[in-house]
Every structure is written in structure tokens, then in C-alpha cells.
């Protein structure tokens, strides 16, 4: 059974933690300081760490740095009281596996150390037997030679044959879709369909009858019964994108989906069961969702069984390369042009880029490239980084200098903030989704805003 040190200075709660996870059959070392609790890391043998983020002397950062720079795959599960989240978001950008919030029961602690610890030997296996197979994962249209993608296709062949829920995460255009649809096509349920839906595109109040379906007369209009996604997904895979938007008074119904793969259509009363593997994506942190209350805590834990993340462009810059040829020849194909490659300088060009709309966005450039290339191979010339400074793109105002841009006279962050959301209301003729991506923001980061500045919840029609 594997050791779990805990680095908590209020003793109570340290014997406490020790008792509950012992009482579970781990191991427990206890430290009260994080100098201490270094001492136990570089002698004992211990396989997770749980650390309070407040503690005397050293503080709870830097010992997960300290930790992190000893042994990097260590998972450190960080402990913070309410209103230090920011804290807590600056241990996950630090590489804290995950964080809890004071005060917490133990049965969530426990749940999240059972995660991390199962996520932990998931790529200790795969590891090793990649190393012993000297295996290299190879999918049908997929990219993937650096070490962080390899990783990602083993997870994605590990998992795939199950029937476990996956919540994929990853800036935009990172590949969710298309790992989404891997994990269909090498799953045992390839031969049934694969059934999406964006839980943003759809208003909010359509959303529910397209999942769920419903009956003949549940509402005006609905003069024939239709069955919704989940009940078109069975036997296969519904993939539910930006599941992040996904509004609360539905987020209950999908929770009972999930736990009991039953519902009942809009306006009917016999209950549906369906055999479906859920796979769920999104860009956004859910974890601010959840701080914000904007999401379940209990079906996020439903949805986060295997988490997969997908990282960014600039993070793997070593398949820029393969990527680029991928979509020469893709597109040389499907345009009928005859293109070779790719000169050195073209190449330095994307390889430097910081690729802000990742693979989407240099599968796009390259697209225009091979349209304008007029000799058999892509020259610098024929690529157009969009260099735009990130966030200003959309406003010319904003291309100002910062004394034309700054902030109007006599107003402050708070008061021009609430001007520019209820100015994104108004240009989006009062659609909350719409005003939502004017913003940059996703549907409940708005609705928070709104009831923060008092603007009421009404539903959108
Ligand atoms: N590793 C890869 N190899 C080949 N093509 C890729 C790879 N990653 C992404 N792509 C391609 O990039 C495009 C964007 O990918 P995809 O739509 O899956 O991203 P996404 O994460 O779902 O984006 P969004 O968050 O905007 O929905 C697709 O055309 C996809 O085929
Ligand atoms: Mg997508």
C-alpha cells in the first residue's frame, strides 16, 4: 500500500488526516514543517504528498517546488482555507496534481489521493511498458512523436477499450476532438456511433430537449416524440464538448446519466436506460468553475475518472516539424498541387512561433500557404503569422498606445469592467452565449459576472 506524507502544522488536523488514511491502509509519515517534511522525501520511500499551503518557516509553495525539483512525478496534493484560491491556483501552475479547499471532508481528500495515486501508476505502467516493448504509439492522422503526446496516445490506448468516463482538457485547438473520436475508434464500441454535442452552441433552453429528447406535446411545437443524443449514443460514445458551459439546472440530470445511465425524455415518464461511454472536453480551468459554484463538485468528480491532458503547441514544439509536413500533404493533395516541402527559413518561422490557437492555427497557415506557394516548395513569404498582440486583435481602439487605452477618467477596473459586460449584452441583443464569447468568456464566467453586478438570471429566450 503506498506512503502518503502529510505536511500540516495544526496538529489536531494532522493526527486526524493520519488516523483516516491509515484507517484506508495507507502508510503515513507526518511532518508539522516543510523542512522537516523534506527530511522524511530524501530518506523514506513516499508515494504522495499532502501539504498545507500555510505553514511556518518555509511555506507550502516553496516546499512544492523543493519537492517537485527533487522528483518531478511525485503527486503533492496541496490543502488551502477558503479565500487563499488564488494560492491554490498558483500550486497547480507550480505542479501541485491537485488541491482541496479548508474546510474539506475526508472522504473527498481520500477520493482525490485514490485519483492520483491510480493516475500515478497508469503512467508508471505505461512507462514501463513502453520501455520494454520499445513501443511507440502510432494512431491514423495523429501527430505525436514528442515524449508529452506519446504519453497522451498511451493513456488514450489504456483507456479506450474500458468503459470509463475521460475529461479531456487543453487549450483551444490542442486536439480534444480528435482525441475524443481516438478513443471511439479504438474502443470496443467502434462499430456504434459516436454522438456529439457542444454544450455552448446550443442555447440553453434547446440544450436539454436535444440531449434528453422528448415526448409528443411536452411542449409547443414538439408534435412528434424525438429522442435526444444520449438515446442516439447507445451502444457507442457521446462526446459532450465544453462541457464547462454546460448549465446547472442540466448538470443534475446528466450527474443521474452518468451514476445510473438512465433518464427520462422531456415530458415523458417511462424511464430510458442506455449503454453509452461518455467522454467529456474542456478549455476552460474547471476547477475556477467549481470555486465559483458555477459547477458541481459531485459531477465533476463523476466526469474526471481518467483526466487526459493535452497540451499546448508551444509545449511540444518538437512535432512542429511532422506536424507541418502532415498538412503539406494533406493539402497539397486535396488542392492539387504539387508541393515538395518546406525551405529551412519557412520551417524557423513556425518552429519560433508561440502558436496561441495551437495545432488549429498552424494547420490553417498552412493550408494558406500551399494555396499561395508558386514554386514546388513553401517559402518564408508564403507564411502569415497572424503577430496581432494577443486580446487586441478584435479592437482597433485597443491598438492604441496604453495612454489612449488606459482606463477612463475616474473609473475604476470594477465600475469599466461591469461598462464592457453590459456593452457585450447589449451588441449581442441580450444572448448570454453570445455576449459570453464577445467577452472571451464561457456562459456560467458571464452569468457569475452578471449576478456579481446584479444583473438578474433570467433565461434566455
Ligand atoms: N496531433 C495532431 N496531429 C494531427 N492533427 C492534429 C493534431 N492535433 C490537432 N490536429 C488537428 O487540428 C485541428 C484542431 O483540433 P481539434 O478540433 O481536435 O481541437 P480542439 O481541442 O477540439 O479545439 P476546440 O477547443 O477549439 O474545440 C483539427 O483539424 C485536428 O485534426
Ligand atoms: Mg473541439
Same mark, same amino acid.
Given at each position: ?10 496538529? @489536531? ?6 488516523? &483516516? ?8 509519515? =507526518? ?13 523514506? !520511500? ?55 479547499? !479548508? ?10 489521493? +485514490? ?29 505525436? &512523436? ?16 474500458? $468503459? ?11 486536439? @480534444? ?18 454522438? #456529439?454535442? $457542444?454544450?455552448?452552441? /446550443?442555447?440553453? $433552453? ?15 411545437? =414538439? ?49 430510458? #436506460? ?6 467529456? =472536453? ?27 491532458? /493535452? ?9 512542429? %516539424? ?7 500533404? +494533406? ?5 492539387? #498541387? ?5 525551405? %529551412?527559413?519557412?520551417? !524557423? *518561422? ?5 502558436? %496561441? ?43 492604441? $498606445? ?22 457585450? *449584452? ?9 455576449? =459570453? ?21 433570467? %433565461?434566455?429566450?
Amino acid at each position: 500500500m503506498a506512503t502518503i506524507l502529510i505536511v500540516e502544522d495544526e496538529p @489536531k488536523m494532522l493526527r486526524l488526516l493520519e488516523l &483516516n488514511l491509515a484507517d484506508d491502509g495507507y502508510s503515513t509519515r =507526518a511532518a508539522t514543517t516543510a523542512e522537516n517534511g523534506l527530511k522524511i522525501l530524501a530518506s523514506d !520511500k513516499v508515494d504522495l504528498v499532502l501539504s498545507d499551503v500555510k505553514l511556518p518557516g518555509m511555506s507550502g509553495l516553496e516546499f512544492l517546488q523543493a519537492v517537485k525539483r527533487a522528483n518531478a512525478a511525485i503527486p503533492v496534493v496541496m490543502m488551502t482555507a477558503y479565500g487563499t484560491v488564488e494560492t491554490a491556483v498558483e500550486a497547480m501552475k507550480d505542479g501541485a496534481s491537485d488541491f482541496v479547499l !479548508k474546510p474539506f471532508s475526508i472522504e473527498e481528500i481520500k477520493l482525490i489521493i +485514490r485519483k492520483e495515486l491510480e493516475v500515478r501508476r497508469l503512467h508508471e505502467e505505461n512507462r514501463q511498458l513502453r520501455e520494454a516493448l520499445g513501443q511507440r504509439y502510432q494512431f491514423e492522422n495523429i501527430v505525436a &512523436n514528442s515524449p508529452s503526446m506519446q504519453e497522451v496516445l498511451a493513456t488514450v490506448e489504456q483507456v479506450a477499450p474500458t $468503459n470509463s468516463t475521460v475529461l479531456l482538457g487543453g487549450e483551444s485547438g490542442v486536439g @480534444k476532438d480528435m482525441i475524443a473520436r481516438a478513443i471511439h475508434q479504438h474502443s470496443r464500441r467502434v462499430n456504434g456511433p459516436f454522438i #456529439k454535442i $457542444n454544450c455552448t452552441a /446550443i442555447p440553453e $433552453n434547446l440544450l436539454e430537449s436535444e440531449l434528453f429528447g422528448y415526448e409528443k406535446g411536452a411542449f409547443t411545437g =414538439a408534435v412528434t416524440a424525438k429522442p435526444g443524443k444520449f438515446e442516439l449514443a447507445d451502444k457507442g460514445t457521446i462526446f459532450l464538448d465544453e462541457i464547462g458551459d454546460m448549465p446547472g439546472s442540466l448538470q443534475v440530470k446528466l450527474l443521474r446519466v452518468l451514476q445510473e445511465r438512465e433518464f427520462e425524455r422531456l415530458g415523458g415518464t417511462k424511464t430510458i #436506460k442506455v449503454d453509452i461511454r461518455v467522454v467529456a =472536453a474542456t478549455n476552460q480551468d474547471l476547477r475556477a468553475a467549481l470555486e465559483q459554484g458555477t459547477f458541481r463538485e459531485d459531477l465533476y468528480y463523476r466526469l474526471n475518472v481518467v483526466p487526459i491532458s /493535452i497540451p499546448p503547441l508551444r509545449a511540444h514544439k518538437q512535432d512542429i %516539424p511532422y506536424l507541418v509536413d502532415h498538412f503539406i500533404k +494533406r493539402f497539397a493533395e486535396s488542392s492539387g #498541387k504539387t508541393i515538395e516541402g518546406i525551405t %529551412p527559413e519557412a520551417m !524557423k *518561422l513556425l518552429v519560433d512561433f508561440h502558436w %496561441p490557437g495551437n495545432v488549429r492555427e498552424l494547420e490553417n497557415i498552412i493550408e494558406r500557404a500551399v494555396v499561395m506557394a508558386s514554386g514546388p516548395r513553401i517559402e518564408a513569404g508564403d507564411i502569415r503569422l497572424d503577430v496581432a498582440p494577443s486580446g487586441g486583435q478584435a479592437n482597433s481602439q485597443a491598438t492604441g $498606445n496604453l495612454a489612449t487605452m488606459f482606463l477612463p477618467e475616474g473609473m475604476t477596473l470594477e465600475q469599466f469592467e461591469d461598462k464592457l459586460i453590459r456593452e457585450a *449584452l447589449q451588441r449581442a441583443g441580450g444572448n448570454k452565449s453570445q455576449a =459570453a464569447r464577445l467577452l472571451g468568456l464561457s456562459r456560467n464566467a458571464l452569468r457569475y459576472r452578471l449576478s456579481k453586478i446584479g444583473v438578474p438570471d433570467e %433565461p434566455e429566450s
